[in-house]
T-cell receptor
């Protein structure tokens, strides 16, 4: 799986959009970009994933650049409950049933009241 | 709430002992994987079980072993505990079919302390 680079920490004001960048310059054509987050003392929680096109769900939006070498996770209206560590993960096409995720150290996002 | 439950939530052991951690996967999920998360680090993949067989393993020694049962629940066993085994152990399950386009559902983990 390709390596990802994320800033170690970010702050965002409550109610504003939080934009979390991720660099994955060695990504291959069949690798997906996944985002998970981990709130203190809990297991990681799936947020969103994509391959080429931008994606949006009830939690967030994922913007992937045209060359696929970087992406941005957008939380449109951040709340205090969004304070967490956010992991950007690039995941290769795997064999049937092989679910390995390679986590980095992520970005610690703090929402400021 | 993911439907993945782990037990116990906390455990204290001494060096050299053996430990068994348990995980019940979400209903309908037949793939279970285990991760180790040291303090301040991201989770590290230990291994995965699919249809009761190990199907993928990370860089962990053989003293880390596991089982998956017919109801898809799973156990992680660690023998000869070392101080560095102190970590949060996470279990994750995924739906039947697996593959890259499936998301993992994590439990809240077992915090293991080795003294």
């Amino acid at each position: 799986d390709a390596k990802t680079t994320q800033p170690p920490s970010m702050d965002c004001a409550e109610g504003r959009a939080a934009n979390l960048p991720c660099n994955h310059s060695t990504i291959s054509g069949n690798e997906y970009v996944y985002w998970y987050r981990q709130i203190h003392s809990q297991g990681p929680q799936y947020i969103i994933h994509g391959l080429k096109n931008n994606e949006t769900n009830e939690m967030a939006s994922l913007i992937i650049t045209e060359d696929r070498k970087s992406s941005t996770l957008i939380l449109p209206h951040a709340t205090l409950r969004d304070t967490a560590v956010y992991y950007c993960i690039v995941r290769a096409q795997t064999n049937f049933g092989n679910e390995k995720l390679t986590f980095g150290t992520g970005t610690r996002l703090t929402i400021i009241p | 709430e993911t439907g993945v439950t782990q037990s116990p939530t906390h455990l204290i052991k001494t060096r050299g002992q053996q430990v068994t951690l348990r995980c019940s996967s979400q209903s309908g999920h037949n793939t279970v994987s285990w991760y180790q998360q040291a303090l301040g680090q991201g989770p590290q993949f230990i291994f995965q079980y699919y249809r009761e067989e190990e199907n993928g393993r990370g860089n962990f020694p053989p003293r880390f072993s596991g089982l998956q049962f017919p109801n898809y629940s799973s156990e992680l066993n660690v023998n000869a505990l070392e101080l560095d085994d102190s970590a949060l152990y996470l279990c994750a399950s995924s739906p039947q079919g697996g593959g890259t386009n499936e998301k993992l559902f994590f439990g809240s983990g077992t915090q293991l302390s080795v003294l």
